[in-house]
């Protein structure tokens, strides 16, 4: 199946200092990706809908201004957590969707989940 | 309003034993996934289904349309099955997934 990274794995900050998150499609272009945070022991929970080349849709409750995403490539989108704080700690996962085909079989509409990452806020 | 209904929330097994998650969803969909969570954090897509039964190994998921509900079978569980199965859904294809709360799954030796 197709790969999806992400980077860094994990990352510990002090409050006030901002984090960026990449996400990666590796081997196909992704029009859409999606960013989900994670508490413990919670469902992953979708913050926002980024698509390339223009702005992302943010869902009700998460703040744009602190949580940034760009999308300016097919295989690349960022997250970064704006001046964070100890609240912000959690799990954070992209996922991209893959709408083309590849060798002859469609993957349409498929999403495909990146490692994480884990943000801890000091 | 769209809801993903798994079942049970927890479960243990002894090694070896015949597993069945389910999920429920309340309106037509155009296809559901099975994820695995592992307790590092890192999500596995195991299967992507709109109809039918898929089958990978000794994971096995089958889904019915008509009645709005799917489910993923291990055989022969193995203790490193233990992670969290997460049902999600996908109503148009073009919007973000509906997740399910997962099931919690722990195989003991």
């Known amino acids: 199946g197709a790969v999806v990274s992400q980077h860094p794995s994990w990352v510990i900050c002090k409050s006030g200092t901002s984090v960026k998150i990449e996400c990666r499609s590796l081997d196909f272009q992704a029009t859409t990706m999606f960013w989900y945070r994670q508490f413990p022991k919670q469902s992953l929970m979708l913050m926002a809908t980024?698509?390339?080349?223009?702005?992302?849709?943010?869902e009700q409750g998460v703040e744009k201004d602190k949580f940034l995403i760009n999308h300016a490539s097919l295989t690349l989108s960022t997250l970064t957590v704006t001046s964070a704080h100890p609240e912000d700690s959690s799990f954070y996962i992209c996922?991209?969707?893959?709408?083309?085909?590849?060798?002859?079989?469609?993957?349409?509409?498929?999403?495909?989940f990146g490692p994480g990452t884990r943000l801890t806020v000091l | 309003k769209n809801e993903v209904e798994q079942s049970p929330q927890n479960l243990t097994a002894q090694e070896g034993e015949f597993i069945t998650i389910n999920c429920s969803y309340s309106v037509g969909i155009s296809a559901l996934h099975w994820l695995q969570q592992h307790p590092g954090g890192g999500i596995v897509s195991l299967f992507m289904?709109?109809?039918g039964k898929k089958k990978h190994g000794r994971l096995i998921a089958t889904i019915n349309i008509q009645e709005k509900h799917s489910s993923l079978h291990i055989t022969a569980s193995h203790p490193r099955d233990s992670a969290v199965y997460i049902c999600?859904?996908?109503?148009?294809?073009?919007?973000?997934?509906?997740f399910g709360k997962g099931t919690r799954l722990s195989v003991i030796a």
């Open positions: 996922s991209a969707r893959d709408h083309l085909a590849r060798e002859g079989v469609s993957f349409s509409n498929e999403q495909f």
């Open positions: 289904l709109s109809s």
């Open positions: 980024s698509n390339e080349g223009s702005k992302a849709t943010y």
């Open positions: 999600a859904v996908d109503y148009s294809g073009n919007t973000p997934l509906v």
